[in-house]
């Protein structure tokens, strides 16, 4: 009896070191980050182990995509609908999440699309060429595997997706909104889909690498005052800096 109690103390005693050691992990998994200063995109890598691929990775995004290898790559097969079930300010974008059902193909591969956000000025250039908004619609496959489409936007007519999103677009962290009118993500993009293909990351913390970039060369248009209304919400640019390129292919389709 005395053993049995004496392993059952010894056993509490691991299990509430194990606790105390995994608190501080489970923090610095949810360390906070942010676009400027200390919590800047320069130390993300520092700000949390969980987040050591910003600083260390070799794949990471955004990039400048110039000298494209011109590929025959299949043109992406889009099947999107009315797609935004809720729209939220998170501090660092607005998001729109979809509803389920929208996917895209690529190469007979299905990606199901779960949300798109956007970034002010563009994270990604096209040989050099920034734009004053980027979307980015992000995809998984069945085995969580991530693909996102990237728009760019030049300024010009009035975009009605942007519109749609923007007409309850929240205007504090945190706070979440329905869409007062259907909104589909296909409106978001150009006639002209032609595209570059690459590995690259998430462009936020945790910087996961693996994720298959679908940037599409010709950009949609949005409106002057459409920009202004996003960046007064965000308060302040949310576009990650440029990131080494370290000889990946880049495809261009035709």
Known sequence: MRASRRYTSVLLAALAGTVLWLAPVLRAQEAHWSYSGEEGPEHWG???????????????????????????LKPIQFEYG?????IVNNGHTIQANSA??????????????????????????????????????VHTDREGKLA?????????????????????MPAKKGEKAKPASPVDAGA?????????SFSGSLTTPPCTEGVRWLVIKEPATVSHQQVEAFERVMEHHNNRPLQA??????????
């Open 46 to 72: 520092k700000l949390s182990p969980a987040y050591a691929v910003c600083g260390q990775g070799k794949s990471q995004s955004p990039i400048d995509i110039k000298g494209a290898t011109a590929a025959d």
């Open 82 to 86: 009315v797609t935004v079930g809720e």
């Open 100 to 137: 389920p059902g929208s996917k895209i193909t690529v190469d007979g591969h299905v990606y199901e699309l779960k949300q798109f956000h956007f970034h002010a000025p563009s994270e990604n250039r096209i040989a050099g060429k920034s734009f004053p908004l980027e979307g980015h619609l």
């Open 148 to 168: 996102v489409v990237a728009v760019m936007f030049r300024e010009g007519a009035a975009n009605d997706a942007v519109a749609a999103v923007w007409a309850k």
């Open 188 to 196: 978001l993009l150009p006639k002209q889909r032609s595209y570059y």
């Open 245 to 254: 390129s370290n000889d990946r292919t880049v495809l261009g389709s035709n």
